[in-house]
Structure formats: structure tokens, C-alpha cells
DNA sequence: GATGTTGCGGAAAGCGCTCTCCACCCTAGG
DNA sequence: CCTAGGGTGGAGAGCGCTTTCCGCAACATC
């Protein structure tokens, strides 16, 4: 019976010898393996190891066979709505593979993340995909890309998502495109005088954030197609979280007045950005939806609740998981995939 | 230099040819055995190390070894801010022990989870963290008990969070605590009548969620204690999310009237069932913190900006994160530790 | 009966590491 | 001069598996 006071693991070799059989026969009863065992023996064998408890020592079967199961994710924040819908996606997938995914967090420091790739590829994972933002003209991004190109030299897979084109398979997520139909959207329905609160980086000191500069650039496109124009005193540099978009809407506010200067329109370039703008517009008195409209980026599940309900670019966040796995499989890489955001028009933008 | 045609990944053995040394003192250059190694053959070897870009392969040093730096996340849906920051600890908690987290979901599904245990088992963590949420008198308890028994006979550790005693290492959360002081605090608000949203689960048929239960009842309890009673009636079981959340009050809605029969209280279990029963309410017309308050549990970061600003009792969910870890790290696990809910009265209960 | 075929079990050689043990060199002490 | 002992390098066993290869038996074919 089951030996209750081990305290290392059942080893196929115990169930080898319980069962009565070889090595051998023990390993190819419980993986199936190409070739036959007589069902006699299979049956002992797995009576055998459901009686001594046994489960396979992975690492072990990773070095036999030359071969992990495991998919590494790489992300900026854990906690982050945007990532943590990416994640689940990615482990959703990864299951219906029958693969495990370790995660990791970049802190959305991009040194770190050359660190962090190196620790996991010590795992031998089957692809390493990563989804952490990037920032333009990264000092690290070099060595980012060469220990990724030692781990792809290894017979790795690296699946980048939502970035600057780079050797490797990529994810495309069409932050300009949907910002673009974003910025066109609204300003066809009238609004004129518009700020922006991008994320961190003046280009000069701080690198600005890839994703963060492609919707700035797609939503000033949209709104130029209908002729309006958003001049460089109305785009505030601010950290990509909620606290960031507090600040910059606090910054608006100092900046031009409680009235924003005839503001009626401030695009936040993602949601959570957007709803801490919402908060500090309250907070100054400001009704938002109706003394300024508000508008974010990837409709973000958990915050279809706020109050107005936020106009944004919905993005297929699951999804993108899920195809950033799918991609991470395939044979062939193909050429990029590219997942489109649509305008949801709300409440947070009623219109002119 | 690099061979860059290779395709898989750089041994030890080539490291030490590279070298010119034997593998022992090219394994004890690299992680800093007990022995010595002369300062001149150290440098040869880290210097081919580098040149060859070789990570060392985990799941070698595991089988050596017999121990992973892996440990191992049960977490109910990924995507869920709740769980997503406990998540958030443990993986930044983990780093600083040079540990590795593998993450699988349940999808809330009990049965689902001992096949998660299973496979995760397979990987030989260090500890199996489980964060998803339990039910009373659950028939796969059984099943789970004796696969997480059988890791422990292995040398695993497991650590539960939030839930029912289990001879398990246990962290509590102090749901019921927590819940009956926000109870009681409301009852000192003036509240008399109350309804409250539970999670899933009739006791009949579908078991409730041993969390929904402890906030349940604490609830009531710190009601009681100003001489507030909530009727069976007024108790609505519904999913443990904000759809769940939407329903529940949809049904308050439809059951007592659009006035709510003189309900001025709505307790939902946790804060984004309480976000999508605020909702409810104003899709029918009613002004959540004026003609009905509302409150939750979890005070999730990602929530704080909702409209009116929820009331709750805040968890430190990242903290959860972190003393799971510790405790999956203690060599004696002590007493069974208990992290405290914190009352936040805001403006979504303004009081009577 | 000799000669293939299959079908299946087991011995053993790895996989990439760690770590024990032994050999060797050098210095110090008698 | 010899011996003891500390410091260091390397051979090789072993970790828990997979998989190749060999051998044996049972059967079909001529």
C-alpha cells in the first residue's frame, strides 16, 4: 500500500518493481509511447503507479526527452487588467496544449526584463512570449534582442506582442488603426478641441512607450482627417496607469484653467489612464461626459461599469493571449497577425 | 564564437571544452558551490559561458539536484482582479527567492482543479499555492485532498488561502470578521433594510463558495448587532461575478418593485458583483448611493474609480500574495496566519 | 523442418547536470 | 630529507526518465 512516510517522490522505478515489470515497460504503459505493451501488463503497471500515487518527474522527462512543456510569459504588471485578460488567455490556451506557462513581471522596467528572460530560459520553454511594452529607441532593447536570439538559437520560439517590428514572431495589435477610427469617430461627432494624455516619455530623456506613441499618432491621424489639429501644449507625457492619468488631467486643469481652457474633448491613450482622468475631472469639479468628454483605449472588461460608460478602442484581449500562443506553435510563423480594435462610442462622449 | 546555426542550446560540456576545463569546475564556476575554484579557471569559464551564450538547463539541474525553483499558482480565473492581484504578490515575492511561478486556472470549477493539481504536481514545485475559491461540502473536496496529500508524501508543500480548515498550511483571510464589521458600521449608518447579494450556491443543489458564506453570515452578524435582520428572502444567490452582480439586483429589482420595496441597502459579496449590481440599478432608473447604497468586499485597486466610489472592506490582495509565498517558504509553518479586512466607507453608502 | 515475420519485454545507453571521491600539487613542519 | 595537510581539478556515479537495440517466443509461409 501506499507508503505514507516517504518523503521524496514515487520514482517510475517503484512502480517498475511494484508492478513486476521493466523500466521499460513501465514507461510505455504510462505515456503510451509508438510502441505496444500486452494489456496484461499495462494494467499492472497502471494499478500499480494509481496505488503508489505516482506523477511523472517532468524535469526529468523535459531532459530525457530533450523537451520541455512549459510556455513562458513575459508581462508588465500582473495586476493590470490589460495584461492579466493577455494572461489568461495565453494560460487558457496553453492548457487546451497541455502545457504549463510560468509567468514573470517586467515591472515594466526594461532592464529588468533582459534578466528576466534570462532566468527563463533557463527553463527551456517551448516559446517565451512576450507582452511587456516596449519603448522606442530602448537602450536595453539590444541586449533584450540578443538573449532572445540566443534562446531562439536553442531551438526556442519568441512571440512579441504589440510592438516595433523585430526579428522575431510577432503579434500585431492595431493600435494606430483603432485609434485612427477612434479620433475620425469623434471627430465627426463634433468635438474640436482636443488633449491627449499619452503615456511616459518626451522623446527626449524618457523613451515614449511604443504602444502609447502609436495611439497618439493614430488618434491625431483621425481627428486630421476632419481637420482638427491638436497642438503640442495639449499633449501631457504621463505614466501609463491610473495614477498617471490622474495627473495628467490634474496637469490639464492647472494648466488651462478649471474650465480647460475650452477643452471638450481629452483621449486617453488606454483605459485605465482614461478612468483616473475621469476621477481628477471630479475631483475639480468637472462633470465628466458633460463638462468634458473622455475617451480610452482597450475596453477593458472590468471597467465597463464606470460611470459614463467610457468610449474607447475594444480590444480582443483574451484573444490576443490566445493567439500569441497559436502563433508560438505554429510551424511556420507566416506573416504577422494582426488583431483590429472597433470604436465603442459611449456615454463618456455624448457628442457636441 | 557563437555557432549561430546551432539548434539546440549550449551545454556545460561545451562550456568546459570551451574552456578547457573538466565539467565539475566549469558546474562549480558557475553557481558558486562550496568548493573552490582557482580565480584563472573561474574566469575561463565564465568568459566561454558568455561567449557561448549558455544558460544553464533547469530541468537538469532539477534531476541532479532533486529540488525545482518552481512553485507552483491555482489561482479561479486569471482575469479576475482579485485573483490577478493575489497573483501579482506572489510572482514579485517569488523573485526575490529566485523562484519561478507556474500559473493554472480552474475556471472555478472544482473538478477541474484536482486535474490541475495533478498536472501541476508533475513539475515538483517547491509548494502548490491555492487561491481558488473552495465550496462547502464539495464533492471533489475528497479527491483534492488525497492528490495534495499525496504531494505532501512527496515533500510538497501546500498552502490554502481563504477557505475552509484543511490540513493544509492556511492562510486566512478574515472574511467574516471583516464583513461583520462592515455590517455593523452600516447598521450604525442608519441602514435597516438590507438585502444581499451571495454568491452561487442554494445549499441544496449547488454548494455556496465557503468565501460567499463566511461574508454572508459576518455580515448578518454585524447587522444583528445593532438589531438589523435580513430575511431569507432579501438573500439572493447569484454568480460570484459582475454579471452575477447585474442579475442579483435584477431580480431584487423585479421581485420588490423599482422603489426596491424599501430596501436602502445592497450588500454584494464582493466588489465587482457590487459594480454590476450598481449598474442594474441605474439601467432601471435608480441612482446607486442615493436611492439605493451599495456595498462590497475586496476594495479591488483596479474599481476605485467607479461612481458613486464604493464602499468595502478592503483586502490586501498583493499581501495575500506575498504571505502565501512566506508561508510556502517556512520551514515551520506556525500558526495558521490571518490577514485582516480594513472598512471603507465612501460615498456609494452615504448613510441615512 | 527451415525461414522469415511480428510482437513484445528488458538491458542499457544516454539526456544535462551535481557532487562525491580520489589524485595531485604545493607548502609547512619535523 | 620525509611526511602531513590544505587546496584544487577531474573521473565518474547518479538523478529519473526515454528510447534504441537486442533477444526471445509465437506464428505464418514454403
Known amino acids: 500500500m501506499t507508503d505514507t512516510a516517504r518523503t521524496s517522490p514515487v520514482t517510475l522505478h517503484d512502480v517498475a518493481r511494484e508492478a513486476g515489470v521493466s523500466l521499460a515497460t513501465a514507461s510505455r504503459s504510462l505515456n503510451g509511447s509508438t510502441r505496444n505493451v500486452k494489456a496484461a501488463n499495462r494494467e499492472r503497471v497502471l494499478e500499480a503507479a494509481e496505488r503508489l500515487g505516482y506523477s511523472a518527474n517532468a524535469s526529468a522527462q523535459a531532459v530525457a526527452r530533450g523537451t520541455t512543456t512549459t510556455v513562458a510569459l513575459l508581462v508588465g504588471d500582473i495586476a493590470d487588467p490589460y495584461f492579466s485578460s493577455i494572461a489568461a488567455g495565453v494560460v487558457g490556451a496553453a492548457e487546451d496544449h497541455h502545457l504549463v506557462v510560468t509567468m514573470a513581471e517586467t515591472r515594466r522596467d526594461t532592464a529588468r526584463e533582459v534578466e528576466m528572460v534570462r532566468a527563463l530560459r533557463g527553463q527551456r520553454p517551448r516559446a517565451i512570449i512576450l507582452a511587456a511594452s516596449r519603448r522606442l529607441g530602448d537602450p ?3 541586449a533584450l534582442a540578443e ?11 519568441v ?7 523585430a526579428p522575431f514572431r510577432m503579434l500585431h495589435v492595431d493600435n494606430a488603426g483603432g485609434a485612427q477610427a477612434l479620433g475620425s469617430e469623434l471627430a465627426a461627432m463634433g468635438y474640436r478641441e482636443v488633449a491627449i ?7 527626449a530623456e524618457v523613451m515614449p512607450l511604443r504602444t502609447s506613441e502609436d495611439r497618439l499618432t493614430g488618434f491625431r491621424e483621425g481627428l486630421a482627417s ?3 489639429d491638436v497642438p503640442a501644449s495639449r499633449v501631457i507625457s504621463t505614466a501609463f496607469t491610473r495614477d498617471g492619468g490622474y495627473e495628467g488631467m490634474q496637469q490639464l486643469i492647472g494648466t488651462f484653467g478649471s474650465d480647460l481652457g ?6 486617453a491613450v488606454n483605459d485605465v489612464m482614461a478612468v483616473g482622468a475621469m476621477s481628477a475631472a471630479r475631483d475639480a469639479g468637472l462633470v465628466p461626459g458633460r463638462d468634458v468628454a473622455v475617451a480610452g483605449f482597450d475596453d477593458i472588461p472590468t471597467l465597463r461599469d464606470v460611470t459614463p460608460r467610457l468610449t474607447t478602442a475594444s480590444l ?10 497559436a502563433l508560438a506553435l505554429a510551424e511556420e510563423p507566416g506573416s504577422p497577425a494582426l488583431l483590429e480594435a472597433e470604436v465603442a462610442i459611449r456615454e463618456s462622449t455624448p457628442g457636441r
Open 316 to 325: 480582443p484581449l483574451e484573444r490576443v493571449g490566445e493567439e500569441a500562443l
Open 262 to 267: 475650452g477643452i471638450d474633448l481629452v483621449f
Open 159 to 165: 512571440v512579441f506582442i504589440s510592438t516595433v517590428d
Open 147 to 157: 538573449e532572445l536570439a540566443k534562446y531562439e538559437a536553442g531551438g526556442g520560439r
Open 226 to 228: 476632419h481637420g482638427v
Open 140 to 142: 536595453h532593447a539590444a
Open 197 to 203: 494624455l499619452a503615456g511616459p516619455g518626451d522623446g
